[in-house]
């Protein structure tokens, strides 16, 4: 039998308590301060990920492109692997695994950062765009869940769900980034 709303709802608010008591909030600051420092400098702020994930980083784009919660001018914050014909032409011609790393090619820069998101911490492209991230000098961030797996070794910043559950990661993630993006409003504008 399914679970009730309600119940539902208590599980992911336990999920949330667990997350604020995670020991998070180092690693969100520091996030917090190497995103707003690239953007007012006018550094690139690069965002990926797959499936939901790569919905969350679109997310994350429109929100500081266009605005979250304030009026004010647009922050140079890019979702890689929105552009489907950029997308499809290099994963067609080449594969899909560089797809991202071909972006941060083009669009990443010295001093600019790069947030990837995978609930598993595992998804290959996401790790060969922190390794081409890493080439170009830009500050890695790692969203994931529980413990980072391959993508916090590669990470400057690990922001991990501390659950194991994609739907449930998925949740926090959303909150995570939510608050980052208010915080990025705070600083930069």
Not at 45 to 63: K, T
């Amino acid at each position: 039998m399914s679970m009730k709303i309600s119940d539902y709802l208590k599980e992911s608010a336990e999920n949330m308590a667990k997350a604020a008591e995670h020991g998070l909030d180092a690693a969100m600051e520091q996030s917090i301060k190497v995103i707003s420092d690239a953007l007012k400098s006018n550094k690139s702020f690069l965002v990926c990920g797959n499936g939901g994930s790569a919905s969350d980083a679109m997310h994350i784009a429109g929100e500081l492109v266009a605005r979250f919660l304030k009026e004010r001018n647009g922050y140079k914050c890019i979702a890689l692997g929105a552009n489907t014909a950029q997308l499809t032409a290099w994963s067609n011609d080449y594969d899909y695994e560089s797809a991202f790393a071909r972006e941060v090619e083009a669009y990443g820069e010295n001093g600019g950062v790069i947030l990837g998101i995978s609930t598993s911490g595992n998804s290959a492209n996401v790790i060969k765009a922190f390794e081409k991230a890493k080439e170009k000098g830009m500050t890695v961030i790692a969203m994931t869940g529980l413990g980072g797996g391959k993508m916090a070794v590669l990470s400057d910043i690990l922001l991990d769900a501390p659950l194991s559950t994609t739907a449930r990661i998925q949740e926090v993630h959303i909150n995570l980034y939510h608050y980052l993006c208010e915080r990025i409003e705070d600083e930069v504008s």
